[in-house]
């Protein structure tokens, strides 16, 4: 028996005339059960295994007779984990990125956003409404369109027209 057996709160006992008693170990006293709720904690307990010993532990490549595969030394071959606590992590001293940006990264954005307000800057005072608008206000195309008094075509003609201008602009 598996030490993970050993330590199951739950057991299943047969009777001389083949008849089963169903058995749970709650706080140290054992209690007999039903069938129907023997099998709702069992399935529970398998479950809780599954995820302390069969998740969380190092499994062996199998070839499809189920025979561990070994590598060149005679080892066998051992598939990571399915499943890494942050603990084990840490205790492992595993980099791992921080979800802060680098300074490099706050650096690049902070001049890409100056270049683009630049940009921006030179547009016409219409291409400028329009990007404020789409972009920044909250308009729909739709809602913009019918502000200005033309079909939504025709907006989203002028739009990819102006974002050609700026990715020009930011080009240059």
Sequence with gaps: M????????????????ESFIYVVTVDGERVEVSEEIYTAYAN????????EFGIKCGRVLQDSEGKAVRDENGNPIM??????SLDKLIAEDWEYPSSEPSPED???????????????????????ELIDALFY???????????LGISKTALQARKV???AKIKNLMEQ
């Design 2 to 17: 598996k030490n993970w057996q050993k330590n199951r709160n739950f057991r299943k006992y047969e009777n001389a005339d």
């Design 44 to 51: 529970g307990g398998y479950k809780m295994e599954n995820m």
């Design 79 to 84: 598939l990571p984990e399915r499943e890494v």
């Design 106 to 128: 706050v650096f690049i954005a902070r001049f890409e956003n100056e270049a683009l307000h630049k940009c921006l800057d030179l547009l016409d005072a219409d291409e400028r």
């Design 137 to 147: 206000d909250g308009f729909t195309e739709r809602k913009y369109a019918k502000k």
């Design 161 to 163: 027209r102006t974002l």
